[in-house]
């Protein structure tokens, strides 16, 4: 799809929503059509797309045909919007989707697929524990998952800087120390019988 079909999309999802055609919360893109198209030169249409509340755009561009996502839509599923068969998911919880597309992508290196997994999340789940567990497993096992954060320095409508109270990337001071333990995780290291 080009950025004016995707765009002229999401027009028809607002006309049909000032119409009261669509009876629950929408959530629209704009502004990263090119990008979006860019990184969707790179998706096979066997890899597994995950994404956020704000879907539209990535189930266009993974090729699940433009009606069968309208339906989705005007059914109420804007925010929630899962193709199984497309292999396709997005979820309206923040980070919802890391732990299962890391999940995926383990079972994909375990069986030897030739596909991957795409999980695209928003800046402030990027910042999340969520974000930052999943994303180290998948590192430490070699998953074949790419984690694509979209920034647009917003949580909803709050700045995410804000949010967190410090630029992304500031790391905050801490103290840390390494020590060999003394005992086992549990017990005394013998059998003992009460």
Not at 116 to 130: H, I, K, L, Q, T
Not at 151 to 174: A, I
Request: with cysteine; glycine share 10%.
């Amino acid at each position: 799809m080009t950025a004016e079909e995707l765009i002229a999309f999401e027009q028809e999802v607002v006309e049909l929503f000032e119409a009261k055609k669509i009876l629950c919360p929408i959530h629209l893109s704009g502004g990263n059509e090119e990008t979006l198209i860019e990184i969707f030169g790179s998706v096979k249409k066997s890899d597994w797309v995950f994404a956020t509340y704000r879907s539209h755009y990535h189930a266009l561009l993974h090729g699940i045909p433009r009606q069968e996502v309208l339906n989705a839509i005007l059914a109420g599923h804007s925010m929630n919007l899962c193709f199984p068969h497309h292999q396709f998911f997005s979820s309206a919880i923040v980070g919802g989707c890391l732990s299962i597309a890391t999940g995926v992508a383990a079972g994909i290196k375990r069986h030897a697929k030739p596909n991957r997994v795409w999980c695209f999340v928003g800046d402030m789940a990027s910042r999340s524990g969520a974000y930052h567990e999943a994303a180290q497993y998948a590192i430490g096992h070699n998953l074949p998952v790419t984690f694509v954060v979209e920034d647009n320095g917003l949580s909803c409508d709050s700045p995410t800087d804000v949010c967190w109270g410090l630029p992304h990337g500031t790391e905050p001071q801490r103290w840390g120390y390494k020590y060999k333990r003394g005992f086992p995780h549990v017990g005394i290291g013998r059998h003992v019988s009460f």
